[in-house]
């Protein structure tokens, strides 16, 4: 059986200064995800920025655009990423800040290497990947999005307000976790569309011709991303009270932003990156906050 609450040393100035640099990689990276762990109550809010903190530093690696930086010399920084990572799992240390972070907030609450590795594997695969058939990108989201989800959601059940069945909540909750990860990513593939294709030469949807990229094409994605935030906002009244408010707010603002994509015809997808607004996004933090005293 997983353990949720896990060992810890006493908390160290280098703990603190890790954790600040975790958040601020989260701040620059991501205003929508920034805006909702807000959210969240401690020691959540900042367990899951160190989470999302290692994410980004992953992501940075396999995905600037810099063409000095050749695929050999990314595989060697995501190898000694993964590796420095499972060392601090083991130890509790590591001599990179974000690294630190995630492994004190891993140890915390369980997160254990059968979802740390598809993480890496996931990222590797952007290496090299350029064209997805549908069991490739299956294989591709749940590593890269869905188990980032199961990261959070232990750190939302190792928190005070959790209830005791830890692991059966776990159980229960998994599936919603991995469709809003899910759904995320989906969402960023849409949006990235022109990027992906045409500076990163990636195609992640599955027979899409992106030349030929039309309102068909955006209506049958969406279709499947639609699914997946249905089966997240299932589990959404479940989660723990410290956490609920801040997924719920995310969950609105990704169905917002999936709803500006099927309103906003083929072309403009194709050649610009359509977001959601920030009065929007404070207004849907806003609502989440207001159900969650109703």
Known sequence: MTLFVGRG???SLYDSVSEASSAVVIREYSSSFGLASRLLAEPVRTQVRNIYALVRVADEIVDNPDPALDRSARATMLDWLEGDVAHALRTGYSGNLVVHAFARTAIA???ETDIVTPFFDS????LDTRTHTQESLDRYVYGSAE???L????AF???PDAGPDRQGQYERLTPGARSLGAAFQKLNFLRDLSDDHDLLRRDYFPGLTVEAFCDADRDRILDDIDADLRAAAAVVPDLPPSSRRAVRAAHATFAE???RLRAAPASEIRRTRVRVPAPVKLRLAASALREARS
């Open 109 to 111: 609450v369980g997160i």
């Open 151 to 154: 990261m959070c959601l232990r």
């Open 257 to 259: 932003l999936a709803s």
């Open 147 to 149: 188990v980032v989800g």
């Open 9 to 11: 040393a006493p908390r």
């Open 157 to 159: 059940l190792a928190a």
């Open 123 to 126: 990222m590797r695969t952007d």
